[in-house]
């Protein structure tokens, strides 16, 4: 039997690697014939879609409740429903549905009608097949872009979602950062200064009794007590540097840089060091902020060439990538390239570099600020022939 005269029967075309593929169109007409020649030729030029028959209104009606196809192509005159009032019934469980109406009849009613329903394209018998084609390339097309949009919505909110999680999860860290920053302020602390007092009181009360080896002791319970509170102080500083806003602004870094070295020659005018510091280089971000980063890149440059004679720092930038990447260079200690990941570990300190003051936290603050600018950054290094720190904002 045809399935071209029988109400609600679907013919499958091969809808392998198509663009197509489940694109279901509905065509109801009474007449035997015309669903046979229309058919046909939509079979013809649309190879892949799925198309789906019912004779009469009611019967299309329960064929798109069954199928839910996208399209939806019918005649207006017909018996027992008509094809207005199921294009209406349809538009009410399915506002997207395309449907496109074909009759013989120019009635200004039925167009009113048609258009009140929310019909798409109304065309008029005789059939001008290449006007339907037209139509129906129109109402595919728009299902793909909606099609598109579906799915890109979709991976909107499941991104939306992996975003909040990440949100509640540094909520989190944050409250649990906050409780730290607070056991640091004030329990370890607080027996650090107890132990300080008496320290205190051992020395003034009870040094005159103890031999040197006693009095030894009592250096190495003051250097641990200061090195331990020295230790507290960085931890509460790198801290801060992970909370609070990052009020950005175009600022000058190398007005920053030149402050900065003139601030180390300051320190000791015994160093023979010569900075070169480029002038009018700008950067987006914190100025507060972008001056402890360049303090530390800096000042880790000063420590590393304290051994070097005509010791050079320098501060630059360089186009790389379209992307703008600043520099702190120095010809310094330098370190082993297979190290480079560690700089930027908290206390991490290397151990070619213990003969250097400093606790290790430095260049983790600096990378922790850069991050928070949305930035990265990475060092190139060599035992011996210095290293260049690179930073991007």
């Known amino acids: 039997m045809s399935p071209y005269h029988d109400s609600g029967v679907v013919s499958h075309m091969d809808t392998s690697n198509s663009d197509d593929h489940v694109i279901s169109i509905l065509y109801v007409d009474d007449e035997q014939k015309s669903r046979e020649v229309l058919g046909k030729l939509i079979c013809h030029r649309y190879p892949n879609v799925r198309l789906l028959f019912s004779a009469n209104g009611k019967a299309g009606v329960k064929s798109f409740k069954r199928h839910r196809p996208e399209i939806v192509i019918t005649d207006v005159n017909m018996p027992i429903s008509d094809g207005i009032s199921m294009a209406a019934e349809i538009k009410t469980l399915s506002s997207t549905t395309e449907i496109i109406v074909l009759t013989a009849c120019s009635n200004t009613e039925h167009l009113l009608q048609a258009i009140e329903v929310g019909v798409s394209h109304y065309i008029l018998k005789p059939i001008n097949i290449k006007q339907v084609f037209k139509v129906v390339d129109k109402a595919i097309d728009i299902i793909r872009s909606k099609r598109v949009l579906v799915q890109q919505n979709d991976a909107i909110m499941a991104l939306n979602a992996g975003l909040a999680q990440k949100a509640a999860e540094l909520e989190l860290a944050n409250q649990a950062l906050g409780a730290f920053n607070y056991t640091v302020a004030h329990d370890l602390r607080s027996p650090l200064v107890v132990a300080s007092g008496f320290f205190r009181v051992l020395c003034d009360n009870y040094a005159p009794v103890l031999d040197d080896r006693g009095k030894e002791y009592l250096e190495v319970i003051n250097r641990e007590i200061s090195r331990m509170n020295s230790l507290i102080e960085v931890l509460l500083k790198f801290s801060m540097h992970s909370q609070g806003a990052v009020n950005k602004s175009w600022t000058c870094l190398s007005k920053i840089a030149d402050e900065i070295s003139g601030s180390l020659l300051a320190q000791d005018r015994r160093r023979n060091v010569t900075f070169h510091i480029v ?7 914190d100025p507060d902020l972008l001056q402890i980063v360049l303090e530390n890149l800096l000042g880790n440059a000063w420590k590393y060439s304290s051994k070097t ?32 990941e560690k700089l930027f570990v908290p206390f991490q300190r290397l151990q ?23 930035g990265r950054i990475w060092a190139d290094g060599e035992i011996g022939k210095g290293a260049t720190f690179y930073f991007t904002l």
């Open 309 to 340: 004679d005509d010791a050079r720092i320098e501060f630059g930038a360089i186009n790389k990538e379209d992307d703008l990447v600043y520099f702190v260079h120095d010809n310094g200690a330098g370190f082993d390239q297979r190290d480079a």
């Open 279 to 285: 002038d009018g280089i700008f950067g987006y971000g």
């Open 352 to 374: 070619c570099n213990d003969e250097i003051a400093g606790m290790g936290i430095g260049l983790a603050t600096a990378h922790r600020i850069i991050l928070r600018h949305g």
